[in-house]
């Protein structure tokens, strides 16, 4: 036994019971009394003896007695302790029972506020997205308040600026007849209107519309002189330096050369401008077999290399049985043919006599001329040959024509034909250069997007609208007093602003489209400082109604006008949100007045939904005009300014109808004619278009009845409608076969069940039965009766109405499209089974299956990576993005969809060429997923295509650097600004490796490094690569042009030298004038010194040494030496090109300060400034007399002036008039105009230079605010388009400014 203490061994830790701390566990001492005696008898020595006396028994009795106490006690005590541990325990669980429920409760309080929290972040959450949609609202109100005050205060200005300048000019005249002694009436007192003058606001602004009358000059060439516009402000530093040539057209500007060079020649031959290589083949019998054996063997060649360069190919061929009956067709095919092909041997046919007369005698200069003689072993010509050599030879004066003369094989002499063909059709035709297809094309893409930067462009949907005008300039209609409705246009034009867009209303048919077309081209020739935009919208669901693509086109003509279109979002909804945001920033830096024409708008679809920018304030010098058909015109925009067309006259309807019987041998009689007038008297029959179908029904001779029946029946139709389906059944009936019947209906049902039409060769091969001078001759009649016309290549119909009578006439309403849209779905298909992939398929295919609804195709279309790489490339992106939510894909899956499509296509894909497709199509499925939004996705292609471009081709070679380029794009949407840095940086390595370090590769890859550098607020190294990039853009592009521009100067530029063969005259002398400048453009020197030394020589003939086209042209002569450095020469020029201006014009002309300033910036560069400084002060004078003396292009020559002084030491001289330039500049443009930053920039460095450094300092801090406040156009400021530098000096101090000296 033991104490209770045993219990628990020493050092043990316990807990102890009322809630204080364990501890170690200690003996608990029991006090027992000491038992001596029972222990000294339990130690005496020897045995116990038995039976011990009775005082022995009783003691061990005791013992027992006290050891059972000791026990009790014990017990007692080890009871106590466990009933206190026992309650010890109970309050510890009691207490645990209380901490669990307090914890309990505070979880469920945790609970309740965090469901409170949450409902409290949802509602920020809600609130936040309140704030944001608010703010984006405020946003835009405070815009749009902005846009208005700033209209506001500009329209005030303006007015201000014009009341005062016609109160100078009333005072001027009044003072002038006192001085005259004429007395002046008041003109209250006079009776007759015929006394008074009235000088408005109205009036003026007409004026500043008109282009510019002070500026212009009797000929025509003087539009194209390098002027100075001198109506609006002038950059005072610019990035271009302009001395050509071109008045209000820089060498940068390619459009506005276009329209220029339109001015000259406004309606060119159609063969310039269509999209199809025709071909017009002229052969007799015996050399047939060289015609055979060409169009089987090399036509396909041909028509492929132009199908691969985005244009159709066609060979015209009239066999002799047929030509006899075809004489107006095959008239109309010369005129028509890009390109005409005489193949002669000993015998000629009258047919061949008519069509060499045509193509190579009346008209050498239309076309490339190509003649095949097959000439005998004794080289030998029979008579009939031999006189038409000699009549040829005769015609061809410029020895244009290419003749190859063969004496071999049939199949040798085809082949020389197609290997000059091939020649012409890339170097002359189509303007490439180099004689391998391949790598040819590859070169075409690359500059392609090399012009185009990051925009992806269409140059179809251009082509499309360029014909669209030409065919409305070039229309043979009558003007059915249009003259009155252009009048009118103008006056609502000149209005002062703001103004709404203005609407141009009539019934279908009424003539909006010629009103427009024609409005634009005497326009052009009026204010050639004017920026036209147009669009011509086509039928409904065509490419041409697509909103997106509209506005992302009239985008990106806007910014080819300034310099770059990089920037530019490929987004659907951003390109119709950015839209009036740059046009807004654009029309600010322009220098003229920017116009915008939609014609058909209400034809758009959703229109507006898509046109929301029309209703908000426009810009002060934009204008918008838009036509729309009364009766579809959305509610909202009825209330703009409205031209109302009205229905013709009678005496406008006999104007139509006598236009159209010109040249015909029918008349009516006065009974007819009166009976055409009384029909001709309602709404519907009364327009346009169904008086002018009206005449050509009854002209046209495909009816069988007489002229009286047949006026009976048209005049049963009461509408264009009726008329159209009546036409449509005089047609099909004047046809000689129920062959050629079912064609025309099935050619008219396939066109309107396609997307845009149907090409002549797509014709051709869906019916191989049909030969081509049977399709000719059905087309000509069929566009004689306004039912198609061909454009971009394509057949389509030309009204709208016609689209609607084929609808009812031949598909019941249109219930029987689908049969049609399969069959174009069945040819396109298998095009795309023979693996050829051209715009055309990936146009029509995709359309065509969503028409139809089948899902399953059109995703399989889709998934053909070429058809979507073209769609992609060619700018469709909303149009494929469309497509996919049709199909119902988003865009995670679609581009699962692509990827594992390419994976299939990069198992079959073996040979280097088929490894480049691939890297391409790599390429592009990148851009398109970056484009989507989905970087992250987007970054395995585009490492994949650089894999493969580093493995089949080289690691330096140019393709690398795109890939590159493109992975970099990624990097700075992520803001990896190092990764991207670097990627930029190897890809300039490349270029300028392959390419030089001028090429527009070289640019590209300067300007993104520019906006990085700009990103990371690096405005220093920015600026320097900058202005390298824009250095090379500036000779490239004179060299090369942008999107389609220089294609069309080199072509237009062979169709001009056909006017200089006539004789001597000054409209002769003006187009060699206007040659010269177009071969400059195209940085062809010592072809332009030579026509513009020719026009000298001409002016000097036939109008005299003095008169102001001679002084015009040694101008032009004198800029052209200035560019070939050959000072003294220029100079010269200048001075006989200043006296002749003295003596033939006033002394405060705008072309006689024009030559001051040039003859004055000549004599700068050449160190003389001691005389240019008087050509200043009088370039000065004039101006101030021009414009007086608060007018911002006064001002531009008060800084030339100074920086003259300056540079002649005479700063007193200069310091006032930097700061009266200063003071005009920030009165009439504002304080934060650019220029007002650059003249701050030059009194900087003055003061300087004058050692006031506090004041240079503060000068130079607000110039480089005004800079830095600037929106930035892609990198750095775009020069306007009629800026020049060589008009304002900048005085180039230190960049950044010194520190004064201590």
């Not at 053909?864 to 894909?889: M, P």
């Not at 414009?1187 to 292009?1193: E, I, N, R, V, W």
């Amino acid at each position: 036994m033991g104490t209770a203490s045993s219990l628990v061994s020493p050092g043990e830790v316990i807990e102890d019971g009322y809630g204080g701390e364990g501890g170690e566990a200690c003996e608990i001492p029991v006090e027992v009394k000491p038992k001596a005696r029972l222990l000294r008898s339990s130690f005496r020595r020897g045995p116990r003896v038995i039976g011990a006396s009775f005082k022995s028994t009783g003691s061990v009795d005791l013992e027992y007695a006290a050891e059972y106490e000791r026990l009790r006690k014990e017990y007692e005590i080890f009871r106590v302790s466990k009933n206190n541990e026992i309650s010890s325990m109970q309050k510890k669980e009691a207490k645990l029972d209380e901490e669990n429920k307090r914890l309990r409760a505070e979880l469920q309080a945790l609970q309740k506020t965090y469901q409170k929290i949450l409902r409290e972040k949802e509602s920020a959450l809600e609130a936040k997205y309140q704030a944001m949609e608010r703010a984006a609202t405020f946003e835009h109100d405070r815009d749009k308040v902005k846009r208005q005050f700033k209209i506001f205060r500009e329209t005030k200005e303006k007015e201000i600026q014009d009341l005062l300048r016609a109160k100078r000019d009333l005072e001027a005249k009044l003072q002038q007849l006192q001085t005259q002694g004429i007395q002046v009436y008041d003109p209250n007192d006079s009776d007759s209107d015929d006394n008074q003058t009235t000088v408005t606001v109205t009036g003026t602004q007409c004026e500043y519309w008109s282009g510019g009358v002070l500026g212009s000059e009797p000929s025509m060439g003087s539009m194209m002189q390098l002027q100075q516009t001198f109506r609006g402000p002038e950059l005072a530093h610019s990035l271009i330096d302009v001395e050509g040539p071109f008045a209000n057209v820089s060498r940068d500007d390619w459009d506005a050369a276009v329209a220029s060079l339109l001015q000259v020649s406004p309606h060119v031959p159609q063969a310039l401008w269509s999209n199809t290589v025709r071909c017009y083949l002229i052969s007799t019998q015996e050399t047939k077999t060289e015609l055979d054996i060409f169009i089987k063997k090399h036509s396909s060649v041909l028509r492929q290399m132009c199908e691969g360069l985005g244009h159709f190919y066609l060979n015209v061929f009239f066999p002799e049985e047929s030509a006899a009956s075809c004489t107006i067709e095959r008239k109309l095919e010369i005129e028509r043919s890009s390109v005409c092909v005489l193949l002669l041997k000993s015998t000629v046919t009258s047919s061949v006599l008519e069509d060499s007369e045509e193509a190579f005698v009346k008209n050498p200069d239309g076309h490339p001329l190509v003649l095949y003689l097959r000439t005998q072993e004794d080289h030998s010509l029979s008579a009939p040959i031999r006189q038409l050599l000699e009549r040829v030879n005769a015609a061809d004066k410029a020895a244009k024509i290419k003749v190859v003369d063969h004496s071999g094989s049939a199949e040798e002499g085809a082949n020389l034909i197609f290997a000059q063909l091939e020649k012409i059709i890339k170097q002359e035709l189509l303007g490439f250069e180099g004689a391998d297809v391949d790598s040819k094309d590859s070169a075409i893409d690359e500059g392609h997007e090399e012009d185009s930067g990051e925009v992806l462009w269409d140059l179809h949907d251009e082509q499309e609208q360029i014909e669209s005008y030409q065919h409305a300039c070039s229309s043979t209609t009558s003007h059915f007093g249009i003259q009155k409705y252009i009048d009118r246009l103008n006056d609502m034009i000149a209005a002062p602003p703001p103004t709404p867009p203005l609407l141009v209303s009539g019934g279908p048919g009424s003539g909006k489209s010629l009103l427009l077309s024609k409005w634009i081209e005497l326009q052009q020739k009026q204010s050639p400082n004017t920026l036209f935009l147009y669009h011509f919208v086509g039928r409904p669901l065509s490419t041409s109604s697509e909103p997106v693509l509209i506005i992302k086109r009239l985008t990106v003509k806007l910014l080819q006008h300034f310099w770059s279109i990089s920037g530019l979002s490929m987004e659907p909804s951003k390109i119709l949100e950015e839209f009036p945001r740059w046009l807004e920033r654009l029309s600010a830096r322009h220098q003229g007045n920017i116009i915008i024409i939609i014609d058909s708008i209400d034809q758009i679809q959703q229109a507006e939904r898509h046109m929301k920018w029309l209703i908000d304030p426009l810009p002060v010098n934009v204008r918008v005009v838009v036509s729309v058909n009364v009766e579809t015109c959305p509610q909202a925009w009825r209330l703009w300014p409205t031209l109302h067309l009205d229905p013709l006259s009678p005496r406008e309807v006999r104007s139509v109808v006598n236009a159209e019987f010109q040249g015909m041998d029918l008349k009516l009689t006065k009974d007819q004619e009166k009976k055409l007038e009384r029909h001709c008297r309602s709404a519907s029959t009364c327009n346009a278009l169904y008086v002018t179908l009206l005449a050509r029904m009854i002209t046209s001779g495909r009816s069988c009845w007489s002229l009286e029946k047949n006026l009976e029946q048209c005049l049963q139709c009461q509408d264009t409608m009726s008329l159209y389906r009546l036409a449509l059944k005089i047609m099909l009936n004047s046809l000689s076969t129920d062959r050629e019947r079912h064609i025309m209906r099935e050619m008219l049902c396939l066109v309107f069940a396609s997307h845009n039409g149907v090409s002549e060769s797509e014709v051709l091969d869906i019916f191989p039965e049909l030969e081509l001078p049977t399709l000719s001759s059905l087309l000509y009649h069929l566009n004689k009766l306004c039912i198609v016309t061909l454009r971009c290549g394509l057949i389509r119909f030309q009204h709208l109405q016609a689209w609607e009578a084929v609808k009812l006439e031949f598909l019941g309403g249109g219930s029987s499209s689908a049969s049609y849209r399969e069959k174009l779905i069945n040819f396109f298909n298998k095009q795309l089974s023979q693996d050829l992939v051209t715009w055309r398929v990936a146009d029509e295919l995709p359309w065509l299956l969503q028409q139809q609804e089948d899902r399953a195709k059109l995703q399989l279309s889709l998934l053909n990576l070429f058809v979507s790489q073209n769609l992609y490339k060619r700018g469709h992106f909303s149009e494929l993005l469309a497509y996919w939510q049709y199909v119902g894909k988003d865009k995670s899956s679609m581009a699962t969809e692509y990827f594992d499509s390419l994976k299939r296509y990069e198992k079959s894909c073996e040979s280097e060429d088929g490894m480049t497709k691939l890297a391409n199509l790599y390429e592009t499925l990148g851009r398109f997923l970056k484009d989507l939004g989905l970087p992250s996705q987007a970054v395995a292609p585009l490492q994949r295509s650089l894999e493969i471009r580093e493995t089949a081709l080289d690691p330096d070679h140019p393709s690398v650097a795109q890939s590159l380029h493109q992975l970099a794009g990624v990097y700075v949407h992520w803001k990896k600004y190092g990764n991207a840095e670097q990627l930029y940086k190897q890809a300039l390595e490349i270029s300028e490796n392959a390419y030089g370090a001028e090429h527009t590769s070289v640019a590209r890859e300067l300007e993104s490094l520019t906006m990085l550098y700009q990103k990371q607020n690096k405005y220093e190294q920015a600026e320097k690569l900058r202005k390298r990039s824009v250095k090379i853009r500036q000779k490239t592009a004179r060299k090369k042009g942008h999107m389609y521009g220089f294609t069309l100067l080199r072509r237009r530029a062979l169709q001009l030298e056909e006017l200089t063969l006539e004789k001597d005259s000054a409209d002769c002398a003006k187009t060699l004038n206007e040659l010269g400048v177009l071969y400059y453009l195209q940085n062809n020197l010592d072809a332009a010194k030579m026509f513009l030394t020719r026009s000298l020589e001409m002016r000097q003939r036939v109008l005299g040494p003095d008169h102001s086209d001679c002084a015009q042209s040694l101008n032009n002569l004198a800029a052209l030496h200035t560019e070939r450095r050959e000072y003294e020469t220029a100079e010269d020029m200048y001075e006989r090109a200043l006296d002749i201006r003295k003596k033939a014009l006033s002394p405060d002309h705008p072309s006689l300060a024009y030559t001051l300033k040039h003859l004055a910036m000549l004599y700068k560069r050449r160190g003389k400034l001691e005389k240019a400084a008087p050509l200043y002060e009088l370039s000065l004078d004039i101006r101030e007399k021009s414009f007086g003396p608060k007018h911002p292009s006064v001002a531009t020559a008060l800084v030339n002036l100074a920086v003259i002084y300056c540079q002649l030491k005479k700063h007193s001289d200069a310091l006032p008039l930097y700061e009266r330039a200063l003071k005009v500049y920030e009165d009439s443009l504002g304080r934060s105009h650019p220029r007002v930053g650059e003249t701050l920039k030059n009194l900087a460095v003055l003061s300087y230079e004058e050692g006031d450094f506090e004041r240079a300092a503060e000068l130079y801090k607000r110039a480089m605010e005004i800079k830095e406040a600037e929106p930035s156009l892609v990198c750095g400021i775009a020069p306007s388009r009629h800026s020049s530098s060589g008009d304002t000096f900048s005085l180039r101090g230190p960049a950044p400014l010194p520190l004064p000296p201590r």
